[in-house]
């Protein structure tokens, strides 16, 4: 069964610092890779996807995450933040189960606070 | 504009009461989930469906049940049998069709007082 671990429950950072969301999974099989964002009291939208091909992924908002299958890891990044990015962050996988069906498992989550 | 709208946002109820949370997309989806989100414990799948009159247990299906008449509902029943019902209820729906994969969208979500 896979499994994903985000490493931190929560990140303060000010205003224009770099940040990085970990992220490692648990898979015996190849999977699909996925950050999603929450804002307070909201669905979730997703960031970005890993489906195959180039380890880096860029996604809206300015962020990018790089899949490395040596260590199982899918880590979140921008560069510079800015206050509207104060959310939720979900690393989820995605494994095929059958059928036409994919089981996505979520890590539980990391927030990220941006401080002025 | 295409989306899921989950109804209502809010919703109360005594314990004891069964209650029934809606689902709906017009994004001609053919597969559909319901997540319950807890603080500090991700999302956990708790039904989903990959066809119309179909659908199966997901990690945490107990005290739930849910139905799929129609492609582009999926309500989720919420009984008195489950035993902590007070939660953030996500419904979500995905393209399934064809060879390549496509992600799960997500709609606002519910969020459950049961008292």
């Known amino acids: 069964a896979q499994s994903v671990t985000q490493l931190d429950s929560q990140v303060p950072v000010f205003e224009e610092a770099p940040v990085e969301l970990r992220c490692n999974y648990s898979?015996?099989?190849?999977?699909?890779l996925f950050w999603y964002v929450q804002y307070p009291n909201q669905g979730l939208q997703l960031l970005l996807k890993y489906l195959s091909g180039s380890t880096l992924v860029k996604g809206i908002n300015g962020f990018e995450a790089e899949f490395n299958k040596s260590q199982t890891s899918f880590h979140l990044r921008k560069p510079s933040v800015h206050i509207s990015d104060t959310a939720e962050y979900f690393c989820?996988?995605?494994?095929?189960?059958?059928?036409?069906?994919?089981?996505?498992?979520f890590g539980k989550g990391t927030l990220l606070t941006v401080n002025p | 504009d295409g989306g899921i709208t989950q109804s209502p946002k809010y919703l109360f109820r005594k314990e004891g009461q069964n209650v029934t949370l809606s689902c709906e997309q017009n994004l001609n989806h053919d597969a559909m989930y319901w997540y319950r989100q807890d603080p500090g414990q991700g999302l956990r799948l708790i039904y989903y469906s990959q066809i119309v009159n179909d659908f199966q247990k997901g990690d945490i299906a107990e005290g739930y049940s849910v139905s799929r008449e129609k492609k582009e509902s999926f309500p989720l029943t919420v009984t008195s049998a489950q035993k902590n019902p007070t939660a953030f209820y996500l419904c979500a729906s995905r393209r399934s069709t064809g060879t390549v994969y496509h992600e799960q969208y997500f709609g606002p979500g519910t969020r459950l007082t049961v008292t």
């Open positions: 989820a996988v995605s494994l095929f189960s059958g059928g036409s069906n994919y089981k996505l498992t």
């Open positions: 898979s015996s099989v190849s999977v699909y």
